[in-house]
């Protein structure tokens, strides 16, 4: 069975970070582009940055320059670096391929931003 887990959230004071790390079982990774998306109570799941196997990125406005998205391949494993959070952060992150497919979603972790 192809699973996704997230890890590495916690509560952490503005201007903090934090490091979200995905594992992944299978062959989910394979050479598919990979994403980190996030999603508050009562709004739509978003994406907020994403790796191509070749490991160029994108990041969603709000996160630019704060967020790095990183991934190894031998490891199936991807990395959400997270500095200088805000409070509008806060929300439970998820990774999933990009796009995204619904029977790979995760549990989540959360994220929380707060004084």
């Known amino acids: 069975q192809v699973q996704l887990v997230e890890s590495g959230g916690g509560l952490v004071q503005p201007g903090g970070s934090l490091r979200l790390s995905c594992a992944a079982s299978?062959?989910?990774?394979?050479?598919?582009?990979m994403g980190w998306y996030r999603q508050t109570p009562g709004k739509q799941r978003e994406l907020v940055a994403r790796?191509?196997?070749?490991?160029?990125?994108w990041y969603t406005k709000a996160v630019k320059g704060r967020f790095t998205i990183s991934r190894d391949n031998a490891k199936n494993t991807m990395c959400l670096q997270m500095n200088s959070l805000k409070p509008e952060d806060t929300a439970v992150y998820y990774c999933?391929?990009?796009?995204?497919?619904?029977?790979?979603w995760g549990q989540g972790t959360q994220v929380t931003v707060s004084s």
């Open positions: 999933n391929r990009y796009p995204s497919q619904e029977e790979y």
């Open positions: 299978g062959s989910i990774f394979s050479t598919s582009a």
């Open positions: 790796i191509t196997f070749g490991g160029s990125t």
